[in-house]
């Protein structure tokens, strides 16, 4: 009779976990290519900016009943010479400083989420640490940025600042140094995911 209650039991657990197992649900993401990503800094002449012309990435996230749970992966990588000023010259200077002869790709990994706050109608905010890979330097550093839920598509917007010399960058110069740009970033993102 024991032997009966206690297979009783165990199978209930079973069945228990597998109930709470299957109200979970993981889904995966690409990065679609209208995705935006800006790096916005100052020089001692006018404030700047360059565009990422190519980028990729994935995510992956858990849901249940339709609402945001979890982000268990979100990458992204942008081939550093793939950054856009429309000023060749400044591109250039750009490229040297951020050594890409050696070091081709930006990268960033979400390492762990914190917090995930629902704000709206299928809206987050989400609060983490993420490693940043620049010139061939890895950092780990605070983020924070939206997520939206739509049918198929997922939408992470955010910005992140960063100060170069961080990542062992010398802040580039121009015209014999008398175009300097300070240290810190400004990195812009509207993304969209879809399954």
Do not use: C, R
């Amino acid at each position: 009779m024991k032997v009966l209650k206690s297979y009783q039991l165990l199978l209930t657990g079973v069945f228990f976990m597998l109930l709470t197992a299957g109200s979970m649900v993981g889904q995966s993401f690409k990065m679609d290519n209208s995705s935006e990503i800006i790096v916005e800094g100052t020089s001692n002449i006018h404030d700047w900016e360059m565009k990422a012309n190519s980028k990729n990435g994935s995510a992956t996230i858990t849901t249940e009943e339709g609402k945001l749970t979890g982000m268990p992966s979100l990458k992204v990588t942008v081939p550093a010479e793939s950054l856009d000023s429309g000023k060749g010259g400044m591109d250039k200077n750009a490229y040297k400083a951020l050594n890409t002869n050696k070091y081709k790709n930006i990268e960033f990994q979400l390492n762990e989420v914190k917090n995930i706050e629902a704000k709206a109608a299928d809206s987050y905010q989400v609060k983490g640490l993420a490693s940043l890979k620049i010139s061939g330097v890895t950092k780990q550093v605070p983020v924070e940025f939206t997520v939206k839920l739509s049918g198929n598509k997922l939408q992470i917007n955010g910005k992140q600042q960063i100060n170069m010399t961080h990542f062992k960058v010398d802040p580039p110069t121009a015209m014999f140094g008398t175009i300097t740009t300070g240290e810190e970033l400004t990195i812009k993102f509207k993304s969209t995911f879809t399954k």
